[in-house]
């Protein structure tokens, strides 16, 4: 059974940074997408970081590009989000997902079409 857990949300100032965990369970990292996403009230949940094994290259979306890094731990079956350089924008609640990976789609692909699999959300609070 799949499962995800986040953790390490909060609430920061502008300009502070929070570390996210991911744990899971269920599934390898060789064989799966991981990513994390965030969702605004009565918004869509969009994907803002999403890395395969396979996929060198990991996706960030523009608005937390240079600011964000994903990362994953095998060992611990984890994958954080360490989050810098915070905004007020930034408030909103962050989830993990994980997706069975399939060749030739990479971390663009699993990030903006969302996951088969959800952990319960994370609240961030940046404030001004």
């Known amino acids: 059974e799949v499962q995800l857990q986040a953790s390490g949300g909060g609430l920061v100032q502008a300009g502070g940074s929070l570390r996210l965990s991911c744990a899971h369970s269920?599934?390898?990292?060789?064989?799966?997408?991981i990513g994390w996403f965030r969702q605004y009230p009565g918004k869509r949940r969009e994907g803002i970081s999403c890395?395969?094994?396979?996929?060198?290259?990991?996706y960030y979306a523009d608005a937390v590009k240079g600011r964000f890094t994903i990362s994953v731990d095998n060992a611990k079956n984890m994958v954080n989000l360490q989050m810098n350089s915070l905004k007020p924008e930034d408030t909103a609640v962050y989830y993990c997902?994980?997706?069975?990976?399939?060749?030739?789609?990479?971390?663009?692909?699993?990030?903006?079409?969302?996951?088969?699999?959800w952990g319960k959300g994370t609240l961030v609070t940046v404030s001004s």
């Open positions: 997902g994980a997706d069975p990976f399939f060749e030739g789609y990479n971390g663009t692909y699993y990030c903006r079409g969302g996951m088969e699999y």
């Open positions: 269920g599934f390898s990292f060789d064989d799966y997408a």
């Open positions: 890395i395969t094994k396979a996929d060198e290259s990991t």
